[in-house]
Nanobody
Framework: QVQLVESGGGSVQTGDSLRLSCAASGRTFSNYAMGWFRQAPGKEREFVAS????????HYTDSVKGRFTIARDNAKNSVHLKMNSLKPEDTAVYYC????????????????????WGQGTQVTVSS
């Protein structure tokens, strides 16, 4: 049984930074790509960023490129999302997720490609 627990959310001002963390337990963490998604009120959950199992390849949705950075620490079974220059439109619940298949990474952006999710952490950016 895999468990993912997010932390690091909060309420900030436009232009501020936050670092989200996701701690994993259970299935061998270093074998699987990880992703971050977000869901704003009244909207569907959307892809934010992903990283392959080794940490060498990343992918971002266009709206966060240059502002967000995804990284992982396989020794600590964790994945992080550093968010800089935050905007009100970044306000959402942020979820980390683990990809279904080990050692497979083709820029997974769809929810269906992930089978384990955390409970989410709220990020609120005010202007």
């Amino acid at each position: 049984q895999v468990q993912l627990v997010e932390s690091g959310g909060g309420s900030v001002q436009t232009g501020d930074s936050l670092r989200l963390s996701c701690a994993a337990s259970g299935r061998t963490f270093s074998n699987y790509a990880m992703g971050w998604f977000r869901q704003a009120p009244g909207k569907e959950r959307e892809f934010v960023a992903s990283i392959d199992w080794s940490g060498s390849t990343t992918h971002y949705t266009d709206s966060v490129k240059g502002r967000f950075t995804i990284a992982r620490d396989n020794a600590k079974n964790s994945v992080h999302l550093k968010m800089n220059s935050l905007k009100p439109e970044d306000t959402a619940v942020y979820y980390c997720a683990q990809q279904r298949s080990a050692y497979y990474y083709v820029r997974p952006t769809s929810i269906e490609e992930y089978n384990t999710w955390g409970q989410g952490t709220q990020v609120t950016v005010s202007s």
